[in-house]
């Protein structure tokens, strides 16, 4: 059986900096955002645009890589 408190398994380390990255986009898009909405609705709006912000990253990437 394998012993665990020998292993050099680092994979909960990566999970965490790629939390923290999310985590920290997150809230600077959310601020973002907020700060250019014109109404309360579109605040709303740029909340739920926050939660799912690597989508808009990673379409406009592949947008411009494709032009």
Avoid: D, H, R
Wanted: hydrophobic share 50%; aromatic share 12%.
């Amino acid at each position: 059986m394998e012993n665990k408190e020998n292993c050099n398994c680092n994979n909960n380390q990566a999970t965490a900096t790629g939390g923290a990255v999310y985590g920290l986009g997150l809230i600077g898009a959310a601020v973002y955002y907020i700060s250019v909405a014109t109404s309360f609705w579109a605040g709303v709006l740029g909340v739920l645009k926050a939660l799912v912000w690597p989508a808009f990253l990673v379409y406009e990437a592949l947008k411009a890589l494709a032009a």
